[in-house]
């Protein structure tokens, strides 16, 4: 940490309705409701000055310039928490929707915190309600994509009798962030392609990379059972009863599952790893129409926070890279949606104008973290 870094909050305070309430109440759905969404999802989003001449955005300072802090890239030089609101002491974070804190550096640039409940809002309908405001704070009259209260729309299934409840056993797992370069995940989609006669995605490489190296550094039992899990968008699944012009904003998804043995994971060609998870998600319209019509004996969003699943969430494609606020767009963004009891990868950019994917995670303990680094670069 840079130990002369003072950062000031200016102000804090609620964003009210801009009109009374008509005390009606509204429902929460069957996903938002699952036990495992009760919790924020804390993110920076980092703004570079732009050179354009404008009203100052911050109620938050920092004295110092985002060069003078690495452009808070990784390793991070200054504790995320003075850059993320917080509620006031001992109010509970979960019962505020959302929270924002901008903070100005000497540069111009400027940060946003943001930290949003899972409970009411996925990635893809944070990101729409971010863009909205950004939309009014370029000066809009009215969004250009109305938010849509449309949870009754989404699925209810019967519920199913109630499994053990989820253990939260903390395995202390590091975090480590990696890039991969355009190349290198170009030159993968061209194997996939002339091998599988199918094309594969950036998600699929990057993904099935980070699988196999985790399964090779920690030597699991070749029997034994490995898993990742992924949080599909089901929006296109349910066009007929969500609003035609979007706008839904509520927790819209279905969690993937993919299985193996380890010994086939670690033992087989990347492409393989590939095409086990283009599998998984080609499996995605039966098994939500099932979940949704009742017919399951097990509750798919009931996960398992146990140490062989890898958790993946993809920041890339929901839409925070296009909020603009009147000064461009940001030049990169952290997200910190880790908790000590999930291994999970995330993906991401790195920081404008450098290209690629950015694999950040914190799925292995110290005493994997060499060989799982080693294994990682085997595929650069």
């Not at 989404?154 to 975090?175: A, E, N």
């Not at 509750?299 to 929901?318: G, I």
């Not at 999970?344 to 799925?363: F, H, I, S």
Request: some cysteine.
């Amino acid at each position: 940490m840079v130990s002369s870094v003072t950062l000031a909050r200016k102000s804090q305070s609620f964003v009210v309705p801009a009109a009374p309430a008509s005390g009606e109440t509204l429902e929460l759905s069957a996903i938002d409701r699952v036990p495992g969404l009760r919790h924020t999802v804390r993110s920076l989003h980092v703004f570079r000055r732009n050179g354009a001449d404008s009203a100052r955005p911050a109620e938050a300072a920092a004295d110092c310039s985002l060069e003078d802090v690495n452009g808070l890239d990784y390793p991070l030089v200054v504790c995320e928490e003075e850059l993320l609101p917080a509620p006031e002491e001992g109010v509970d974070p979960t019962t505020i929707p959302v929270m924002m804190q901008v903070t100005e550096f000497t540069c111009g640039g400027f940060v946003v915190g943001l930290v949003a409940v899972h409970t009411l809002t996925d990635g893809l309908g944070a990101a729409q309600f971010i863009n909205t405001i950004a939309e009014l704070a370029r000066g809009l009259d009215k969004p250009t994509v109305a938010p849509a209260w449309a949870q009754a729309v989404i699925p209810s299934p019967p519920k199913l009798p109630p499994g053990p409840p989820p253990s939260f056993q903390s395995f202390g797992f590091q975090h480590f962030a990696t890039d991969v370069s355009s190349e290198c995940i170009a030159h993968v989609k061209v194997e996939y392609f002339q091998a599988m006669g199918q094309y594969c995605s950036t998600f699929d490489v990057a993904i099935a990379m980070v699988w196999q190296a985790r399964t090779r550094a920690i030597k699991y039992s070749p029997e034994s059972e490995v898993k990742i899990c992924f949080f599909a968008n089901t929006r296109h699944l349910l066009t007929q009863v969500l609003p035609k012009d979007g706008g839904f904003y509520g927790n819209c998804f279905y969690p993937v599952t993919v299985t193996s043995m380890a010994k086939d994971v670690a033992m087989m060609g990347l492409l393989g790893v590939i095409r086990m998870i283009r599998d998984g998600k080609a499996r995605l319209p039966l098994e939500f129409a099932k979940w949704a019509s009742g017919d399951v004996k097990i509750d798919p969003y009931q996960l398992a926070f146990e140490h062989n699943v890898l958790f993946v969430s993809d920041w890339t494609r929901l839409g925070f890279f296009e909020v603009d606020y009147g000064w461009g767009t940001p030049s990169h963004i952290l997200p910190f949606t880790y908790a000590d009891y999930m291994a999970v990868v995330v993906l991401g950019a790195p920081p404008m104008p450098k290209k690629g994917t950015r694999v950040m995670t914190q799925c292995v303990e110290e005493k994997y973290l060499n060989e799982f680094k080693d294994e990682m670069k085997g595929f650069f």
